[in-house]
């Protein structure tokens, strides 16, 4: 049997690989592919937990956490195609001068 320590470590690196995605990368797409990533390391981590303790909070958990995720993927892909329809171009920085 596999240890807790393994999927809590594999889940510390995955949530790390999702925030450096989207601290270092300007595209939205691949923003929003991290933010899913760091996602699913709390499932795991959650799930994790949840198998220590004996207890379905933890997936419990999962199921709220993996709704959100849908909602907020289909919002902001919406937006994604509404901007890129109009500017024919997606970067960051541009979505950043629309402020003003």
């Known amino acids: 049997m596999i240890p807790e320590s393994y999927y809590l470590a594999l889940s510390a690196m995955l ?40 207890t379905a909070d933890g997936q419990a958990l999962v199921f709220f956490v993996m709704a959100v995720a849908a909602a907020e993927v289909a919002v902001g892909l919406a937006i994604i195609v509404v ?8 970067s960051v920085d541009d979505l950043n001068l629309m402020r003003w």
């Open 83 to 90: 901007i890129f329809r109009a500017r024919h171009r997606l």
């Open 15 to 54: 949530f790390v690989i999702g925030v450096v995605g989207v601290v270092v990368r300007r595209n939205p797409l691949v923003i929003f592919m991290s933010i899913e990533l760091a996602l699913n390391a709390a499932n795991l981590a959650l799930v994790a937990f949840g198998h220590r303790h004996g």
